[in-house]
């Protein structure tokens, strides 16, 4: 069983920073992909950062050198920097990460975190 725990979620004024944290544990043999995706009210889910196990990075185009994320495998946890934040940021945060799992066959399991609200507002 794996568990995915957020935090860092709240309340920031216009132009301010947050740092949201998503830590892994359980069964875990190896995480590939890790990342954050948001969902404002009425709108769709959308990717807002993730990072391969390679280190490779991808940005939704909206973040435009705002958001930085990062990832300490020894903690199986990945990290979501947000800085100059606007309004239009306030969504519900989930952290997503694709993990294998090994018992007596191999499973890859995509586990999304129970979302962190990100409320930008003055």
């Known amino acids: 069983q794996v568990q995915l725990v957020e935090s860092g979620g709240g309340l920031v004024q216009p132009g301010g920073s947050l740092r949201l944290s998503c830590a892994a544990s359980g069964s875990i043999f190896s995480i590939n992909a890790m990342g954050w995706y948001r969902q404002a009210p009425g709108k769709e889910r959308e990717l807002v950062a993730a990072?391969?196990?390679?280190?490779?990075?991808t940005y939704g185009d909206f973040v435009k050198g705002r958001f930085t994320i990062s990832r300490d495998n020894a903690k199986n946890t990945v990290y979501l920097q947000m800085n100059s934040l606007k309004p239009e940021d306030t969504a519900v945060y989930y952290c997503?990460?694709?993990?294998?799992?090994?018992?007596?066959?191999?499973?890859?399991?995509?586990?999304w975190g129970q979302g962190t609200l990100v409320t930008v507002s003055s």
């Open positions: 990072i391969t196990s390679g280190g490779r990075i």
């Open positions: 997503k990460v694709d993990i294998v799992v090994v018992t007596t066959t191999i499973a890859y399991l995509e586990v």
